[in-house]
């Protein structure tokens, strides 16, 4: 028996303090999923990560995660990809084909370039409506006030393909707060999934009800710099 990794022993504390947040919340620990976001880090790491057991695996750019996933999927058929980063149109093709579930969907131009290029695909990965909570004009995701309206269009479109939201709330606010407002427009809307919680809030996200949390660093460390 070798001794685990260290990369192995952030995930199994993360693991652990997904459980231990999940009972304090009164919920069941199994309706919790990690999201493990590898994003810049090479395929060595997740190869460690699969082998430690995780599945399911978050990258931010579609280039990035061709370069990586095809042949990690070869070694391993179960493991996820969800694409977390904002989505340009002209990478809707190659999403569709390379992704389990697309987080970001955010405004009618991609939902548009989504649709055609599934037609063209043959198959459409599960979506996320990404939520702007905060409504900070630097960041992707539908703004506050536009969001029941675009939902509602997705969900007559997309059917239960749009399984749920997503967000990321201000560096400098509360999360509780943001978290709390996509849960019930996600109520509101009888999605399912709520994709909310990183390395520094996830305990609080799974308070207010996440069933994907989405955690990087505190499992792969430090990103290495952009390549
Ligand atoms: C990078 C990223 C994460 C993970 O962030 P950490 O702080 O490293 O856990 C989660 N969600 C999105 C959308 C990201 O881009």
């Not at 190659?94 to 695909?121: F, G, H, M, T, Y």
């Not at 506050?144 to 007559?156: E, T």
């Not at 994907?212 to 792969?220: D, M, N, P, Q």
């Amino acid at each position: 028996m070798t001794t685990s990794s260290l990369l192995a022993q952030r995930l199994e504390r993360v693991r652990s303090e997904i459980a231990a947040a999940a009972h304090k919340a009164g919920r069941n620990p199994e309706d919790v999923e990690l999201v493990a976001v590898s994003k810049f880090h090479p395929a060595s790491s997740i190869a460690e990560a699969i082998a430690a057991g995780q599945r399911i695996f978050g990258e931010n750019r579609v280039q990035e995660a061709s370069a990586k996933f095809p042949a990690l999927r070869e070694l391993s058929p179960d493991i996820k990809l969800h694409l977390i980063g904002g989505l340009q149109t002209n990478k809707a093709r190659d999403a569709v084909q390379l992704a389990d579930r697309i987080e970001s969907l955010d405004r009618p131009a991609l939902a548009d370039a989504l649709a055609k290029a599934a037609d063209a695909c043959g198959r459409m990965p599960e979506l996320l409506i990404e939520v702007n909570t905060g409504n900070e004009p630097q960041k992707f995701g539908i703004a506050r006030d536009q969001a029941d309206d675009f939902i509602r269009l997705c969900q007559k479109r997309f059917g239960e393909k749009l399984c749920g939201l997503m967000c990321i709330p201000p560096a400098d606010e509360d999360p509780t707060l943001h978290f709390q407002l996509l849960r019930s427009m996600a109520l509101h809307h009888g999605l399912p999934v709520l994709s909310m919680g990183m390395s520094a809030d996830y305990p609080q996200a799974i308070a207010q009800g996440a069933t994907h949390v989405r955690v990087g660093t505190a499992i792969f460390g430090p990103r290495p710099t952009i390549p």
